[in-house]
């Protein structure tokens, strides 16, 4: 995710319990790019920074099965009940302490024009300031023969859950491109994201694409170009730049997810309740995640994807000191210090989920080579130098192989490689 070199800058915010914490940005190495450093020191539990999206999009396959979100934030609109009883199953799905859920549905708004759905006023004109104009299709939204519904029923063909990047997050870019009155300064914003060579954008796309990237892909640009097309950004629509632009998300898109169901549970979490009574709403929340995990799996939340230009600075560490999240139920990301992080230190966020990071080094640097194109040299992984170089997989086969066992389904393992 670590960007290449460019000009050194600084970036305060405000957080709470004191007055501004600034981070810097520098350049590290020809490998790394440049990387996000404190100015001053950050003590554990703070937020380093809150940042917005250059854009954001939410996953395809997400809306299709009916995982309402603001279209330009990503907020969750269901209440938390109506998210339960989905997941579950169960339409009779009761939740105690309705009045928890923060999703305020009196504030929704949609699209005159195409009945896009939005969390609030507020939402639904910054997209038509930035973007929505260009890609608002009208009385056609349903359209199947629509220039953007062929693309997008195009890449839903191509991309499956669980995923991991959108096409509408590179229509997004060109629409706020050809909305903006200062193209260049936008162009600019969008060009400080990582680059990689043709070698390595190859690689990234037949990730995201699988076996037959090559003719996906020009299927996808010869869509993108039908629907798209502006000629400030046209070195995008080449075979070369578009596969550019895909390597571009796929290394720098960060995931967002969020869930009113969530939020009610953490406000559950927080409630002082007598003991039998906390005991009692546990056990409901416990039983609760068992019903929706019958039901529907790992795919609880709204889920996309955002272009964050000061978190994507941020390196990878396999022992991070700073964390990711989106306690705002929108795509607000919050950067949060796992431990006291002094002036002069880096900050590291982990491209791995917490179950990938206690795999073994070999396995870890499997995942991040295949998704990032880079080997993890952080003190955890110089630290286990000396391992075999075995997968966390194979390690279980040996044990299973050893007790007269057969070895596990190597597709289990598959599903933890998607970042």
């Given at each position: 995710?670590?960007?290449?070199?460019?000009?050194?800058f600084?970036?305060?915010?405000?957080?709470?319990?004191?007055?501004r914490?600034?981070?810097?940005v520098?350049?590290?190495?020809?490998?790394?790019?440049?990387?996000?450093?404190?100015?001053?020191?950050?003590?554990?539990?703070?937020?380093?920074?809150v940042?917005?999206?250059l854009?954001?999009?939410?996953?395809?396959w997400n809306?299709?099965?009916r995982?309402?979100?603001?279209d330009?934030?990503?907020?969750?609109?269901?209440?938390?009940?109506?998210?339960?009883?989905?997941?579950?199953?169960?339409?009779?799905?009761?939740?105690?302490?309705?009045e928890?859920c923060?999703?305020?549905?009196?504030?929704h708004?949609?699209?005159p024009?195409?009945?896009?759905k939005?969390?609030?006023?507020?939402?639904?004109?910054?997209?038509?300031?930035q973007?929505?104009?260009?890609?608002?299709?009208?009385?056609?939204?349903?359209?199947?023969?629509?220039?953007?519904?062929k693309?997008?029923?195009?890449w839903?063909?191509?991309?499956?859950?669980?995923?991991t990047?959108s096409?509408?997050?590179?229509?997004?870019?060109v629409?706020?491109?050809?909305q903006?009155?200062?193209?260049?300064?936008w162009?600019?914003?969008?060009?400080?994201?990582?680059?990689?060579?043709?070698?390595?954008?190859?690689?990234?796309?037949?990730?995201?694409?699988?076996?037959?990237?090559?003719?996906?892909?020009?299927?996808?640009?010869?869509?993108f170009?039908?629907?798209l097309?502006?000629e400030?950004?046209?070195?995008?629509?080449?075979?070369?730049?578009?596969?550019?632009?895909?390597?571009?998300?796929?290394?720098?898109?960060q995931?967002i997810?969020?869930s009113?169901?969530?939020?009610?549970?953490?406000?559950?979490?927080a409630?002082?309740?007598?003991?039998r009574?906390?005991?009692?709403?546990?056990?409901?929340?416990?039983q609760l995640?068992?019903?929706?995990?019958?039901?529907t799996?790992?795919?609880?939340?709204?889920?996309?994807?955002?272009?964050?230009?000061l978190q994507?600075?941020?390196?990878h560490?396999?022992?991070?000191?700073?964390?990711?999240?989106?306690p705002?139920?929108n795509?607000?990301?919050?950067?949060?210090?796992?431990?006291?992080i002094?002036?002069?230190?880096?900050?590291?966020?982990?491209?791995?989920d917490?179950?990938?990071?206690?795999?073994?080094?070999?396995?870890?640097?499997?995942?991040?080579?295949?998704?990032?194109?880079f080997?993890?040299?952080?003190?955890?992984?110089?630290?286990?130098?000396?391992?075999?170089n075995?997968?966390?997989?194979e390690e279980?086969?040996?044990?299973?192989?050893d007790?007269?066992?057969?070895?596990?389904?190597?597709?289990?393992?598959?599903?933890?490689?998607?970042?």
């Amino acid at each position: 995710m670590a960007a290449s070199m460019c000009d050194v800058f600084s970036f305060c915010v405000g957080v709470a319990g004191r007055a501004r914490v600034t981070v810097e940005v520098r350049f590290v190495s020809s490998s790394k790019g440049k990387g996000l450093f404190a100015k001053q020191l950050i003590r554990k539990g703070e937020t380093i920074f809150v940042e917005r999206p250059l854009v954001a999009a939410q996953f395809l396959w997400n809306a299709l099965y009916r995982y309402r979100a603001c279209d330009h934030c990503l907020r969750a609109l269901e209440k938390a009940e109506e998210n339960a009883q989905r997941l579950t199953g169960k339409p009779g799905q009761v939740l105690p302490y309705p009045e928890l859920c923060t999703v305020r549905k009196d504030l929704h708004q949609n699209c005159p024009h195409c009945q896009v759905k939005y969390c609030s006023t507020e939402c639904q004109l910054a997209a038509a300031e930035q973007y929505h104009r260009v890609l608002c299709a009208g009385p056609s939204q349903d359209d199947p023969l629509h220039p953007l519904n062929k693309l997008q029923e195009a890449w839903r063909s191509v991309h499956y859950p669980p995923e991991t990047a959108s096409i509408m997050l590179m229509a997004r870019m060109v629409a706020t491109v050809k909305q903006a009155k200062d193209q260049a300064r936008w162009i600019g914003l969008f060009s400080q994201f990582c680059n990689k060579t043709a070698n390595e954008e190859e690689e990234i796309v037949h990730r995201l694409l699988g076996d037959k990237f090559k003719g996906q892909l020009e299927l996808l640009r010869r869509l993108f170009t039908e629907a798209l097309y502006e000629e400030a950004l046209s070195q995008w629509f080449t075979p070369e730049g578009f596969r550019s632009l895909f390597a571009l998300v796929g290394t720098n898109g960060q995931g967002i997810g969020t869930s009113s169901l969530s939020q009610w549970v953490h406000a559950c979490d927080a409630l002082e309740l007598k003991p039998r009574d906390r005991e009692q709403l546990d056990a409901f929340i416990d039983q609760l995640y068992k019903d929706i995990e019958a039901a529907t799996g790992e795919f609880l939340n709204c889920e996309g994807s955002g272009l964050f230009v000061l978190q994507s600075c941020c390196n990878h560490s396999c022992v991070p000191n700073a964390e990711t999240s989106f306690p705002e139920n929108n795509f607000l990301l919050h950067v949060t210090a796992l431990e006291d992080i002094k002036p002069g230190e880096e900050i590291c966020i982990s491209y791995l989920d917490c179950c990938q990071r206690e795999r073994s080094r070999h396995s870890r640097h499997k995942i991040l080579r295949e998704n990032y194109l880079f080997v993890c040299s952080c003190p955890k992984c110089l630290a286990e130098a000396d391992e075999p170089n075995v997968t966390s997989e194979e390690e279980e086969d040996e044990e299973d192989e050893d007790e007269g066992g057969e070895p596990e389904d190597a597709e289990l393992g598959d599903e933890m490689t998607d970042v």
